[in-house]
């Protein structure tokens, strides 16, 4: 595996586990809570983290993705928070957060992502291989966690 490819990699890795600390450190009734001045709460970043990371390398590349659809219709692009108990949410969004870079990591060694659709994001990036979303997935995460610290000082937690 290429240098790049690893240091993006180990970076979702130490990304992830700060988006993990946030939401272990807020009280779970604030994680669904949406302060003054957002449009979401941070259950949503979290689980629209999870979401976009699976559609920009696995959907692109045209192979069904393992999270539950009612996850993916929840968080992704152009959903909306609701406010209540995070529920079964908290606990699925928790795990793929935790498990997925290790997965992505492994099909990527693989060569799973042989196949990959173009796809201009909402940035006016355009994302041609497997490489590019993986880079572009990270700067994504990083915009998505400013937000969540954000948040989480909005909410005085």
Do not use: C
């Not at 970043?45 to 979401?51: E, I, Q």
């Amino acid at each position: 595996m290429e240098s790049g490819i690893r240091f993006a990699l180990g970076a979702l890795r130490t990304t992830r586990s700060r988006v993990l600390e946030v939401l272990s450190s807020v009280p779970e009734e604030s994680l669904t809570q949406i302060p003054t001045g957002f449009n979401n709460h941070l259950l949503w970043n979290a689980g629209h983290l999870l979401v976009s990371q699976h559609l920009l390398t696995y959907g692109l590349a045209g192979i069904p993705i393992s999270l539950p659809q009612n996850l993916v219709d929840g968080y992704r692009r152009g959903s909306h928070a609701l406010e209540g108990p995070p529920g079964d949410a908290l606990r699925l969004i928790t795990r793929g957060l935790l498990e997925s870079p290790d997965q992505l990591k492994a099909d990527y060694k693989e060569g799973v992502f042989a196949e990959f659709e173009p796809y201009t994001t909402s940035f006016g990036v355009k994302i041609t291989n497997i490489r590019e979303a993986i880079m572009f997935n990270n700067l994504h995460e990083g915009i998505h966690f400013g937000y969540m610290l954000a948040q989480k000082r909005a909410l005085g937690v």
